[in-house]
DNA sequence: GTTATACTTGCATAGTGACGCAAATGAGCA
DNA sequence: TGCTCATTTGCGTCACTATGCAAGTATAAC
């Protein structure tokens, strides 16, 4: 962040389409997708396809792919253990990506940039 | 900041689904939506669905359409002036939204609930 | 009232995604 | 080696979505 004065802010403007990747929320637009990220998310650890699989009412391979796609798509993060594949939530980084999202949109705001010069926080 | 321990941090957790809306994650997903997004932010002013549609390869009807879901998501907003509707970005709303997501899900994760009490913000 | 402009909606089509079943792969165990 | 458990992958089907064209609606200008 070292240039940033009216024309590097309208750069970072256009470049939202950059900050915003399709794929990322193409991951969380299904409904069983959102359920299986809770899930993990309330597991509070690691937890195998079968233990997944057992909260919806979906077929076992399908919460597979699901993973598969979450994973993809950088949401969460898989690791095998002997004979299963352990999948966590990276919370740390989806919160990060959340949030550069939302400070790239406020730094696009007309209001914002004539009020405040700088980007929130 | 009330009830605040283990078991409501734990709830707050389950509550995840609730906080991440598949219709909001669906109308971001697709790639010219988010193209016509970033126009619009980058325009930094209401443009009228013409306006919008000359920056995409896509049919007029087609970008009529796309902003209607980006507005029926809660994304953009519209306002009828004259015989044109002016869309513009829900930029505070959004970025409220995508931060709220964020809190909610480092809240979940399980090492700040350990390091730190309370929940950020 | 008629015409022009701005946008939305109906309809058909092609592409994509979700799903279930069955088979394949991989790892541990007898 | 053969067997079992955990997971992934191939395949066909159904549903949904994106798209373009054409027709419809609404507002302004003549």
Do not use: W
């Not at 990506?97 to 405040?116: F, N």
């Amino acid at each position: 962040m070292s240039k940033r004065h009216a024309t590097s802010r309208t750069t970072a403007c256009c470049d939202l389409a950059g900050i915003l990747p399709p794929r990322f929320f193409k991951a969380l637009g299904d409904p069983n997708r959102i359920a299986l990220l809770a899930r993990l998310a309330a597991c509070g650890r690691p937890c195998g396809v079968t233990e997944m699989a057992a909260c919806c009412p979906i077929d076992f391979s399908v919460t597979s792919r699901h993973l598969a796609i979450l994973r993809d798509a950088g949401i969460i993060h898989s690791e095998k253990r002997g004979k299963e594949v352990h999948y966590a939530v990276r919370f740390q980084e989806i919160s990060t990506a959340l949030r550069a999202m939302a400070d790239a949109l406020d730094g696009c705001c007309p209001s914002r940039k004539t009020k405040a010069k700088g980007t929130t926080k």
